[in-house]
C-alpha cells in the first residue's frame, strides 16, 4: 500500500466509518464546484404527487431543530449520520471542509514526501517534492522512514503515518515543526522540518524500458485530466500507455471524464443519479484510440478512478490489470448546516457504460496481477502483445 501526504484520513472517523483516505467521496466536490451542471438527464422519472423525503433530509432537520433548541447543529447531525447506516455520509466542519476542497484544489500542509509500506511492515519514502521541507533536509526516495515525533511507523497503514506527519490530530498549521526519524542503509538519524502549504503532483509521467510511458494519477485534483492529456499527447509517436490508477482514491469527477476523454472519441463515460434524476457524462471527442493502453489497478482504486477504469474498461480501449478496486460508486452532495458545517449525504449512485454498478463491487481486472514494480512489468509485456496485435 502506498499514500501521500496529501491525501491523509479525514480528522474525524464518523460512525464507524473507515474513511481510509481525504478523496473517498465520489462526485461529491463535483457537485460542490458546480461541475455537474449541464449534465444531460437520462429518462428522468415521472415526478410523483407526493414525493418522498430526498435522502439525508432527516439530517438537516435534525440540524434546524438543534439550532432551534440552542443545541450543536453539528452533533445533532452526526448522530442522524450514524443512525443511517451509510457509511460515505460524513459531517464536517466549516474548517475540516475548506480544507477537503483545498486538498481536491491541488493543495496541502505537510512536508512534501510520499511513501509505503513495504511487505515487513517498513515504512519507505517513495519520492520527496521538489522544494519540499523534506528535500531541503535531505530526505531521498529509498530511505526509511522510522518515527514521526517519537512515534514508532513501522507496521501502520500508510494513512496512519500521513496524518502523523501531517499533524492532523492537533490541527498543525504551516510552519509547525515535526521530528522525523529516518535511516539510509545502517545510517540512522532525525530531522526537524517544519511544515508547509504545498501543491500536489497528481500526476506524474516516466518512460519504462521499450516503447511504454507510465502515466501515474494520484487522485483526481484539479487540472489532473488536462494534464493526463497532455502526457498522451506528449509520447512518442507509437508508444503504449500504463495509466497507472493505483492507490488513487478519487477526487473530481470531471476531471475523471476529462481523462477519459484523452483516449475515447467521445461517448458515453458513465450515467449516474442524484435522487433519482437519471444523468450522463460523456467524453469530449477526439481522444488518442488507438495507442495500446493498460489501465492499472489495485484495492486502492476507488471512486472517480473506478469510473474511469470501469469506461475504458466497457468500451475496450483499455486492457485492464491489477487487483479487484475498492467498490465505491455512491454519490454524495454537501448540504451547509445552520452552524457553517457540512453534511456529505449520499443521494444515488453511478454505473458504468453497460449498466454495472460498482458501489460494493468494485471492478475485477481482466488480467490478475500483484502488487508492486512486478505489476508495472506485468503491465508493459501486456502492452508489447498489443502493439504487436495492430
Do not use: C
Amino acid at each position: 500500500m502506498s499514500g501521500r501526504e496529501s491525501f491523509g484520513q479525514p480528522r474525524r472517523l464518523r460512525h464507524g466509518a473507515v474513511l481510509t483516505l481525504l478523496f473517498t467521496s465520489v462526485l461529491v466536490a463535483g457537485a460542490a464546484t458546480g461541475s455537474f451542471d449541464g449534465a444531460a438527464p437520462v429518462s428522468p422519472a415521472a415526478t410523483p404527487t407526493t414525493r418522498p423525503k430526498p435522502p439525508g433530509e432527516e439530517v438537516t432537520e435534525a440540524a434546524a431543530k438543534a439550532m432551534a433548541d440552542g443545541k450543536s447543529p453539528m452533533e445533532a447531525a452526526e448522530r442522524a449520520v450514524s443512525r443511517s447506516g451509510d457509511r460515505w455520509s460524513a459531517v464536517y466542519s466549516q474548517g475540516e471542509f475548506e480544507e477537503f476542497e483545498e486538498a481536491l484544489d491541488g493543495r496541502y500542509t505537510g512536508v512534501g514526501l510520499s511513501a509505503r509500506r513495504e511487505s515487513d511492515g517498513r515504512i519507505e519514502v517513495t519520492r520527496v517534492q521538489p522544494g519540499s521541507p523534506a528535500a531541503a533536509a535531505g530526505v531521498r526516495t529509498g530511505d526509511r522512514l522510522r518515527s514521526v515525533d517519537g512515534e514508532d511507523v513501522d507496521g501502520r497503514p500508510v494513512t496512519e503515518v500521513v496524518s502523523l506527519l501531517r499533524g492532523d490530530a492537533d490541527d498543525a498549521p504551516a510552519g509547525t515543526a515535526v521530528r522525523l526519524g529516518l535511516q539510509r542503509g545502517a545510517r540512522t538519524w532525525s530531522r526537524v522540518v517544519h511544515r508547509a502549504r504545498l501543491s500536489t503532483d497528481s500526476v506524474t509521467v516516466r518512460r519504462l524500458t521499450g516503447r511504454a510511458v507510465v502515466i501515474r494519477v494520484a487522485a483526481f485534483t484539479k487540472g489532473s485530466g488536462d494534464a493526463v492529456r497532455r502526457a498522451v499527447d506528449a509520447a512518442p509517436r507509437g508508444a503504449g500507455i500504463v495509466l497507472d490508477l493505483r492507490d488513487n482514491s478519487g477526487g473530481l469527477v470531471t476531471e475523471a471524464v476529462t481523462a477519459a476523454s484523452a483516449f475515447l472519441d467521445g461517448g458515453l463515460v458513465a450515467t449516474y443519479d442524484v435522487r433519482g434524476d437519471q444523468r450522463v457524462l460523456r467524453a469530449e471527442p477526439g481522444g488518442d484510440t488507438t495507442r495500446p493502453l493498460v489501465a492499472l489497478v489495485d484495492g486502492g482504486t476507488m471512486s472517480a478512478a473506478e469510473l474511469l477504469t470501469g469506461a475504458l474498461q466497457d468500451r475496450g480501449r483499455a486492457v485492464v490489470a491489477g487487483t479487484r478496486t475498492f467498490g465505491k460508486g455512491s454519490v454524495q452532495m454537501p448540504s451547509r448546516l445552520p452552524d457553517g458545517s457540512v453534511a456529505e449525504l449520499t443521494v444515488g449512485h453511478y454505473r458504468t457504460p453497460s449498466g454495472r454498478g460498482v458501489d460494493g463491487r468494485g471492478i475485477s481486472p481482466d488480467l490478475e496481477v500483484g502488487d508492486g514494480d512486478h505489476a508495472l512489468e506485468r503491465a508493459e509485456t501486456v502492452l508489447s502483445g498489443l502493439g504487436d496485435a495492430q
